[in-house]
Every structure is written in structure tokens, then in C-alpha cells.
């Protein structure tokens, strides 16, 4: 009688886990090598003045989750810049040089930017896909007009993926800016300081052509639920014998 109440609590407490899953239809890749691209870090008077200095991306470390049924592409990593900071000076006008002051301006951490994005309506074979933001953080510290000031930013580059080719052992994909311009936006508070001119200046770029990801290895799948009753009662049937 012992043995049949156990086994009656392990199997009410192993069905009370709910149904066994199915299949988890996203598909994982890695990606490593370099991207073409800049970004223009600004400090300009009004947005029509000038102050700052171009990095180049480098290398791009990522892992990409794509999902054909939800027709979602997830980009988690980092990208490398090559002039994580610089020291700039302030200048009202590009034509009538007057300088106004000067900072230091870093980009990202360690010389790097980490990201998390995703684009849905991204279909094997092409198509289009939305649109989402690569986020380059910038903080700085200067002085301005005799004043000191700090902030921090970010310069948002709008990015669109498209996938034209997946199978279990790679994907290949490419990427690039959404646009090529930015109306620049006021970073430093109290002052009239902003990152990029509105003058429609080509200040950042992001292109990946015919990228090809290499699958990983699918993870050992959690056990369902039947998995566990049959382990539950192979357990009791030992635990009778004995």
C-alpha cells in the first residue's frame, strides 16, 4: 500500500507540470568578422557649428536568433570602434572659426559598443524588414564659454536586416543604415551644444553585404514531461523490487 501512494503522488505531482513542449523553432548562429561603417561624434553650437572627430567600426562579435515562423531576427553582441575617444575643440561657424571651448569624448566602453536588436518581417529570400536602432553611447566633459559641463548621449543609427538564405548549418544575411543622416539633437543640457550638424550632413554609415553565420549547436533540450514519468516510475518499480 506504501508503494501504490507514492506512486499515485509522483504521478499527480509529474502530470501537474503540464504538457510536454514541442521544438523550439529558433535558430541560433554566430557571426565574427569586420563591418564597414563610421559615426560622426559632434559638439557644434546651434548644430551648425563644428567639434569632433570620426571612428570607424571594426570588428562585429554576434550571435543571431532567427525565428522563420515569427519571421523575428535577434542580433546580441558587441562592435569595435577605432578611436574610442578624442579631444576636440568648439567652433561657432566652419567658416568664421571662433572658438568657444573644448572636451573629451568617449565612445562606448572599452573601446566597444554592445547591442541587442531585433527586425521583424525578416523572411528567408529576402524582403523587407523593420527598422531598428544601433545605439553608439557617448559621454563627455569640457568647458563651454568659460563654462564646465558634462553629459551623456547616444547617437542613434536606424538599421534594417534582411535574410537570404538560412539552413540548419548557416545563415546569411545582410545590413545597413536606414538612412544616412541625422537632424542633430541638443546633448548637453543647459547649453545649445548638439551632436551632428542639421545641415543633412553624411555623418554615419553600417553595411554588411551577403554575411554568411555559422550555426551552433543546438542546446540538449530540457526533459518533458512524459520524459519524467517514465523516470518517476522506473524508480518505483526498482524501489519494489527491493
Not at 501504490?4 to 503522488?9: K, P
Not at 573629451?104 to 521583424?120: A, E, Q, V, W, Y
Not at 569640457?142 to 559641463?149: D, I, K, L
Request: proline share 6%; charged share 10%.
Amino acid at each position: 500500500m506504501r508503494i501504490r501512494r507514492v506512486l499515485q503522488m509522483a504521478i499527480a505531482a509529474i502530470l501537474g507540470m503540464g504538457p510536454a513542449t514541442g521544438n523550439c523553432q529558433i535558430q541560433t548562429y554566430s557571426y565574427s568578422g569586420p563591418v564597414t561603417g563610421y559615426a560622426e561624434v559632434d559638439l557644434s553650437p546651434y548644430g551648425v557649428g563644428s567639434g569632433g572627430f570620426v571612428t570607424a567600426f571594426g570588428t562585429l562579435t554576434e550571435t543571431l536568433y532567427y525565428d522563420p515562423a515569427a519571421e523575428t531576427l535577434e542580433q546580441v553582441g558587441s562592435v569595435t570602434v577605432n578611436k574610442p575617444s578624442g579631444f576636440i575643440n568648439i567652433f561657432s561657424s566652419p567658416y568664421f572659426p571662433r572658438e568657444f571651448g573644448s572636451a573629451t569624448l568617449t565612445i562606448g566602453n572599452g573601446g566597444g559598443i554592445s547591442f541587442d536588436n531585433t527586425f521583424s518581417g525578416v523572411v528567408s529570400g529576402g524582403g523587407a524588414s523593420s527598422v531598428d536602432n544601433l545605439l553608439v553611447p557617448v559621454s563627455g566633459s569640457g568647458t563651454y564659454n568659460g563654462q564646465a559641463f558634462a553629459g551623456n548621449w547616444s547617437i542613434d543609427i536606424p538599421l534594417t536586416a534582411q535574410v537570404s538564405a538560412a539552413s540548419p548549418t548557416s545563415l546569411t544575411f545582410s545590413e545597413s543604415a536606414w538612412q544616412g543622416a541625422q537632424q542633430g539633437q541638443q546633448v548637453i543640457p543647459g547649453t545649445d551644444l548638439k551632436d551632428a550638424a542639421s545641415d543633412g550632413t553624411y555623418y554615419y554609415s553600417w553595411q554588411l553585404s551577403s554575411i554568411q553565420a555559422a550555426a551552433l549547436p543546438a542546446s540538449v533540450p530540457e526533459p518533458n514531461s512524459l520524459e519524467l514519468l517514465c523516470l518517476g516510475l522506473s524508480a518505483l518499480a526498482f524501489l519494489r523490487r527491493r
